[in-house]
């Protein structure tokens, strides 16, 4: 009996990667066909595309400085190469488009394009130079991919289910089952 269990589920994993798991991967047609008949499903939320600014070193840094630079237009890769060297880390740029929650500095400021207030962070005091609030908008199937995928491979699923139940007949012997408990 229990080499027929793994027999069949054996058979049973390898016939759901096959028809479901697998499928899904490799069927990028259908995927993108899924995804396309499920518009508005896979959604970005309201995000903030802005510039994390963290001052590591705020005993050799003039954050006064590093503030002027961003509001006089300067671009976070001339910022870093001013204030780190080779050997060096003063500071830490990170630009994103951010969500509610992606990052701590972000979520303690209120959310505008130009300069935030100064806020600290366990890395150190930070600021924020926000470039634009982005409104809810649809990902692209990339950003969803995995999302996607499995929403597909349950489709998939339910769609072979159904083919099986329409031809095969399924006969659960209730009497049999509750004395399963």
Excluded: C
């Excluded at 903030?48 to 963290?54: D, E, S, Y």
């Excluded at 671009?75 to 951010?98: M, Q």
């Excluded at 990902?139 to 769609?159: F, M, N, P, S």
């Amino acid at each position: 009996m229990l080499v027929q269990e793994y027999h069949d589920g054996i058979l049973l994993f390898d016939l759901t990667d096959k028809n479901v798991w697998s499928k899904a991967v490799k069927d990028t047609t259908g995927l993108a066909e899924f995804y396309a008949a499920n518009p508005g499903k896979y959604m970005w939320d309201k995000r903030f595309h802005a510039t994390v600014v963290t001052i590591l070193k705020p005993s050799d840094v003039n954050t006064d400085e590093v503030r002027e630079m961003f509001a006089g237009g300067k671009t976070p890769e001339e910022v870093l190469k001013t204030f780190n060297t080779d050997t060096t880390l003063n500071i830490l740029v990170e630009t994103a488009k951010f969500s509610e929650g992606d990052s701590p500095v972000v979520d303690k400021v209120k959310w505008k394009t130009g300069l935030s207030p100064m806020v600290d962070s366990p890395s150190g005091p930070s600021f924020v130079y926000g470039y634009e609030i982005l409104l809810p908008e649809p990902k692209i199937l990339q950003e969803a991919r995995g999302l996607v995928t499995a929403d597909y491979q349950a489709y998939l699923e339910e769609q072979w289910i159904i083919e099986l139940r329409s031809k095969y007949n399924v006969i659960i012997y209730e009497d049999v089952l509750s004395t399963l408990k």
